[in-house]
Antibody, heavy 126, light 107 residues
Framework: EVQLVESGGGLVQPGGSLRLSCAAS????????MSWVRQAPGKGLEWVAN????????YYEGSVRGRFTISRDNAKNSLYLQMNSLRAEDTAVYYC???????????????????WGQGTTVTVSS | DIQMTQSPSSLSASVGDRVTITCRAS??????LNWYQQKPGKAPKLLIY???SLQSGVPSKFSGSGSGTDFTLTISSLQPEDFATYYC?????????FGQGTKVEIK
């Protein structure tokens, strides 16, 4: 069964740090881009970051750039999100997701997040 | 960043209704547009990719169309299991963005 399982969420004080993990199984993890997506309480989805198969390319949403670091360990089939300088507005459920890709119409690939974890909750509060 | 705007933000519909949700991009994104469905307390589910391609396993009552800046998601005959929140997402730029969501409720 294709599966993603997040862990590492919890309560942290403003300015603190947290490291999220995502364990992948049931597919060849090293063949896919991977993403983190978050959802604040009662709010919509927000893409946070993604990482290329070999870790050579990483992209970040503006509000987390410089504070969050996405990484992966293909030998362990695991994705990570190191979150530093946390703020109250980072409070959310954090999902990891697999970035499926399909050949595009001459302008690169189409991407869509086709497998999601169940999410892990991060609460930033004093 | 490319801004995605969905309309309406919410709608009430009856079982059997045809429902259309609109998504507009702040600049042309060709057809690099996905649609997701999310039910309360659950992870999102990919419905449509590349604006009009149905994801494997998704029923054909869902369809997508559009290119450039204007896109639509249509549910041909709303069923009880379709009441959820729907999000569009662009993957044209390297910084992906979602619309704010459209909540489909029971009338």
């Amino acid at each position: 069964e294709v599966q993603l399982v997040e862990s590492g969420g919890g309560l942290v004080q403003p300015g603190g740090s947290l490291r999220l993990s995502c364990a992948a199984s049931g597919f060849t993890f090293s063949s896919y881009w991977m993403s983190w997506v978050r959802q604040a309480p009662g709010k919509g989805l927000e893409w946070v970051a993604n990482i290329k198969q070999d870790g050579s390319e990483k992209y970040y949403e503006g509000s987390v750039r410089g504070r969050f670091t996405i990484s992966r360990d293909n030998a362990k089939n695991s994705l990570y999100l190191q979150m530093n300088s946390l703020r109250a507005e980072d409070t959310a459920v954090y999902y990891c997701a697999r970035d499926q890709q399909w050949l595009g119409n001459g302008f690169g690939y189409y991407y869509g997040m086709d497998v999601w974890g169940q999410g892990t909750t991060v609460t930033v509060s004093s | 960043d490319i801004q995605m705007t969905q309309s309406p933000s919410s709608l009430s519909a009856s079982v059997g209704d045809r429902v259309t949700i609109t998504c507009r991009a702040s600049q042309s994104i060709s057809n690099y547009l996905n649609w997701y469905q999310q039910k309360p307390g659950k992870a999102p589910k990919l419905l449509i990719y590349a604006a009009s391609s149905l994801q494997s396993g998704v029923p054909s009552k869902f369809s997508g169309s559009g290119s450039g800046t204007d896109f639509t998601l249509t549910i041909s005959s709303l069923q009880p299991e379709d009441f959820a929140t729907y999000y569009c997402q662009q993957t044209y730029s390297t910084l992906w963005t979602f619309g704010q969501g459209t909540k489909v409720e029971i009338k």
